[in-house]
């Protein structure tokens, strides 16, 4: 069955510079949810789209921005970059309207270190 | 505010039934008990979900307390590959908006030969 897919799996940048992760959900789920998980932490909720409309918003920097298109696909992007950003960030979806639950299921993540 | 409550830690012998156990005395009656667990620095995996019935996959089982305050999942043949962080999260499932799933501390299950 098709995942949720991520990219780029891996990034490196400088401070200060500016990065842009993509996501694109299992098909025909309408939810995208970005999460980031800093070493040794456990994944902490950023934002969330449903319907390319912003749904839900956690712990996201206001330097981050997110956005989910008309395909569905979502891209993060983040800019002045700081050596803290340096996390595994995840991508998850789902399909809402069903009835037991909305299943929430995990990309493989995108490694973005900071240097 | 932690929803949840689990074990920091526990270990499980290879073969056996892992029981990992859940507090979620503030549960709401229209909140889900999910389970997800976290191998090394992969994706989180979806395991199983229930509202107030003991649910049963391929995977593992879930058992929920009668007044719905605690909950276990229960491996019932752990392989070393169970070893992995066990998130336990409770979780609004109205579909008017997509709610998300908030981790907390889990429990780390090591399944040792």
């Known amino acids: 069955a098709a995942g949720v897919i991520q990219s780029p799996r891996h990034l490196i940048k400088e401070k200060r510079e500016t990065a842009t992760l993509k996501c694109y959900p299992i098909?025909?789920?309408?939810?995208v949810y970005w999460y980031q998980q800093g070493p040794g932490q456990d994944p902490q909720f950023l934002i969330s789209?449903?319907?390319?409309?912003?749904?839900d918003k956690g712990s996201i920097p206001d330097r981050f921005s997110a956005q989910q298109f008309s395909d569905y696909h979502s891209e993060l992007n983040m800019s002045s970059l700081e050596l803290g950003d340096s996390a595994l960030y995840f991508c998850?979806?789902?399909?809402?309207?069903?009835?037991?639950?909305?299943?929430?299921?995990f990309g493989e993540g995108s490694w973005l270190t900071v240097v | 505010d932690a929803k949840t409550t689990q074990p920091p830690s526990m270990d499980c012998a290879e073969g056996r039934a892992a029981n990992l156990p859940c507090n979620h005395s503030t549960i709401s009656g229209n909140e889900y008990v999910y389970w997800y667990r976290q191998i090394h620095s992969q994706g989180p995996q979806y395991i199983i979900h229930g509202l107030k019935n003991n649910e049963t996959n391929e995977m593992a089982s879930l058992i929920i307390t009668e007044d719905r305050k605690s909950s276990t999942l229960i491996l019932p043949h752990a392989t070393l590959r169970d070893t992995a962080v066990y998130y336990c999260?409770?979780?609004?499932?109205?579909?008017?908006?997509?709610?998300?799933?908030?981790f907390g501390k889990g429990t780390s299950l090591l399944v040792t030969p």
């Open positions: 999260i409770v979780r609004p499932a109205n579909s008017n908006s997509g709610y998300a799933l908030n």
């Open positions: 789209f449903y319907e390319k409309m912003q749904s």
């Open positions: 998850a979806s789902s399909l809402l309207g069903i009835v037991y639950g909305n299943t929430i299921y």
């Open positions: 098909p025909r789920h309408d939810t």
